[in-house]
């Protein structure tokens, strides 16, 4: 089973594995077997009822206590009361014997009804109380909690981020939103002064791409003077060094798709397109061998190798292949995968570059403004214009 926040689904599943640790009295075993069967039924009515009479059970210990909280618990989520079942939850992860599951069922609720900082201190709690929890985890709950706690800043979010940097959380199975946490967390220790701390984090920020953003971002402003002492100045450094640490993320996790997308883009970022290549075909000829959080993931990452290639194929002069592979991701459906619109802006500007300006007119015209930013909009206006 996944080592991540479960669904729904597995409530009679965790139900039924907290409720088969027996040990107490008669009664309440007997008690804690009639639970867990009715659990396994999904008959949460029953089960929160008997976890009152459990209540009144002699001989009742802490992990007894904790089970009958979950019962109820349960009960509050099949009423979709997620806010209490959360509350009855905390209760039995206190004094359940192993809480783990709990938690994560607890956190799933929070991230449901918008609760990230109640989501953010689960998730702390299993950082500790789980050996590998942040390697283990695919790293998309993770960024869900960090987006949301992002918008308002302050403690909450220093909290979340410091306990992922001290598990030494990497992204999961692949996600370069990763950097961008480090960056938050380096901004929030240098903001409060913590210069040793910001620069302890700021060694594990390798994307190139979001070190030069930040360089421009005002927000980072306190930062600029420690990513200047990354050596800026040599971009190329700053690729190579990338492509050091994806070498060493591929290594600890061979099979996952994200990752392997990611050392493809260090390599055509550093200039080492033969083996960008060869990595992009052993995607191609057997792209299942590599695990994707789900369907929608392997399409979007499949369709982020494509514009790899067309990228290196430009690159090393192959005008009419770029252009067919960027016609190919054009042409798809902009409904089903809205980021494309990028790739519309981009065909039509190559196709500028390469002279032909009526195609690069009807493909100009095929962008829609109100999906492309200000900035995309600014480049269709200039093909327009040529």
Same mark, same amino acid.
């Given at each position: ?29 007997? !008690? *804690?077997? %009639?639970?867990?069967? &009715?659990? #396994?039924?999904? +008959?949460?009515?029953? @089960? $929160?009822?008997?976890?009152?009479? =459990? ?47 709990? !938690? *994560?069922? %607890?956190?799933?609720? &929070?991230? #449901?009804?918008? +609760?990230?900082?109640? @989501? $953010?201190?689960?998730?702390?709690? =299993? ?64 903001? $409060? ?194």
């Amino acid at each position: 089973m996944r080592r991540t926040f479960h669904a729904l689904s597995i409530i009679a599943a965790l139900g039924a594995a907290i409720v088969a640790r027996a040990g107490e009295a008669v009664d309440t075993t007997t !008690l *804690r077997s %009639r639970i867990e069967a &009715a659990i #396994q039924a999904e +008959d949460y009515n029953l @089960a $929160a009822r008997l976890a009152r009479q =459990l209540f009144r059970a002699p001989g009742l210990d802490r992990h007894g206590r904790g089970m009958a909280h979950l019962a109820q618990a349960l009960q509050l989520v099949a009423r979709k009361e997620y806010a209490a079942a959360r509350i009855l939850m905390g209760r039995a992860a206190d004094e359940v014997r192993e809480p783990a599951d709990i !938690l *994560r069922l %607890r956190a799933n609720l &929070a991230l #449901q009804t918008g +609760d990230f900082t109640g @989501a $953010a201190e689960d998730v702390a709690r =299993l950082l500790v109380l789980v050996p590998g929890f942040a390697e283990q985890e695919s790293g998309q709950p993770i960024y869900r909690i960090w987006r949301g706690l992002r918008e308002k800043g302050g403690a909450p979010l220093y909290r979340f981020l410091d306990a992922l940097f001290r598990a030494g959380f990497d992204g999961g199975r692949g996600h370069d939103a990763v950097d961008w946490m480090w960056l938050d967390l380096t901004r929030l220790h240098a903001e $409060a002064g913590r210069r040793e701390d910001a620069r302890a984090v700021l060694g594990r920020v390798f994307d190139p791409e979001a070190i030069l953003e930040a360089m421009i971002d005002r927000r980072y402003a306190a930062l600029w003077p420690m990513l200047d002492g990354l050596g800026i100045a040599d971009v190329e450094a700053l690729y190579r060094r990338d492509l050091e640490y994806a070498k060493k993320r591929l290594a600890a996790h061979p099979k996952s798709l994200a990752v392997l997308h990611q050392y493809f883009d260090a390599l055509r970022q550093a200039d080492e397109l033969a083996e960008a290549r060869r990595v992009a075909q052993d995607f191609f000829r057997r792209s299942e061998a590599y695990d994707a959080e789900d369907a929608a993931a392997r399409r979007r990452i499949g369709l982020a190798f494509l514009e790899g290639m067309a990228v290196i194929e430009h690159a090393e002069g192959h005008m009419e292949q770029s252009l067919d592979l960027m016609r190919s991701l054009a042409g798809l459906s902009i409904d089903e995968f809205p980021s494309l619109v990028n790739q519309q802006i981009d065909f039509a500007i190559s196709l500028l570059e390469a002279g032909r300006y009526e195609d690069a007119l009807a493909a100009a015209a095929r962008v829609d403004p109100e999906r492309a930013s200000r900035f995309g909009n600014f480049f269709v206006q200039m093909v327009e214009a040529c």
